[in-house]
């Protein structure tokens, strides 16, 4: 989508890859706004499991997501999601609903609303929208597209990483909230590694690297707007590199794309100022 002041860049690929972080650097840098598709997905599934729908009946989940309301918020602290005016930023990560939103995203009349809330909240703005199908379906006449991907392995190196920092923060919280003994020491699971050995960081891994492919299988396999790389889109494989890398590579092909956009519309110019004579 690029009517005269819509402005979209899309990154597509599968769970685990880096769309986000990547995505909201690159927005940051070219001063667009960002926009996750996947969190709109989730607040939907947050609301039917608070409500106790039934996740099988189709038709009860796509008049829920007509009767929704879901806004996003910037703020110097990042993107805050709100599902009918409540913030649910953080409730939307957690791994149980992670779980069931494939049941929500594999239905047509759900993914007809989640596009029509995308394409609302883009319109007339410069935004990097990311997810599964922002280039194939949702904008398939944006600009600018990208798919990213990676191997499973890496994928699941990259997650397991993320999910450790993320327990050593929460057991070093514990850990300083832990009541003092008198000797000035601190009770035994308040230590960040007390309870962690060489084998339950593999068993770990392993859980991880299947919930991935699980995940994959899903996005690909969807009857409806399956995960598949845009037609137009440029593939960067991120396997072997770094954020930083991935993010130079995406802004080296937009100032590209950029370049060749102007050089074009100098030769229509001329050919018209040409015809003109
Ligand atoms: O990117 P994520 O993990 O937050 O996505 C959450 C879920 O939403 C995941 O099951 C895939 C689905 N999704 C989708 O079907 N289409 C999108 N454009 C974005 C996400």
Excluded at 43 to 62: E, F, G, P, S
Excluded at 144 to 173: G, M, N, P, T, W
Excluded at 199 to 215: P, Q, T
Excluded at 218 to 231: E, G, H, I, T
């Amino acid at each position: 989508m690029s009517n005269k002041s819509t402005f979209i860049i899309t990154i597509d690929g599968p769970a685990g890859v880096g769309k986000s972080t990547v995505g909201k650097i690159v927005a940051k840098r070219l001063h667009f706004h960002y926009l996750d598709s996947g969190a709109i997905y989730r607040a939907l599934t947050l609301k039917a499991i608070t409500k106790k729908v039934n996740l099988a009946d189709r038709n009860a989940l796509i008049r829920l997501a007509k009767r929704t309301r879901i806004k996003f918020r910037q703020t110097d602290s990042g993107t805050r999601v709100y599902l009918d005016n409540r913030n649910v930023t953080k409730l939307i990560r957690r791994p149980e609903l992670t779980a069931q939103v494939y049941q929500l995203a594999n239905l047509a009349g759900v993914r007809k609303e989640v596009n029509r809330i995308q394409q609302s909240i883009v319109s007339g703005k410069k935004y990097v929208v990311e997810g599964r199908d922002t280039g194939s379906v949702v904008f398939p006449d944006a600009p600018v597209k990208f798919y990213l991907d990676a191997s499973h392995a890496e994928r699941a190196l990259r997650r397991h990483r993320e999910l450790e920092i993320l327990q050593d923060r929460d057991e070093k919280q514990r850990h300083h909230s832990a009541p003092m003994s008198p000797d000035g020491h601190r009770g035994e699971a308040g230590h960040p590694d007390s309870h962690r050995d060489a084998s339950e960081h593999g068993l770990a891994y392993k859980k991880v690297l299947d919930e991935i492919k699980l995940r994959d299988r899903r996005d690909k396999a969807r009857s409806v707007a399956p995960l598949v790389q845009a037609r137009d889109a440029i593939a960067v494989d991120t396997t072997h590199l770094s954020i930083n890398q991935v993010v130079v590579q995406i802004l080296h092909h937009i100032a590209r794309l950029a370049a060749q956009r102007r050089n074009n519309f100098r030769r229509s110019g001329l050919r018209q100022s040409r015809l003109c004579r």
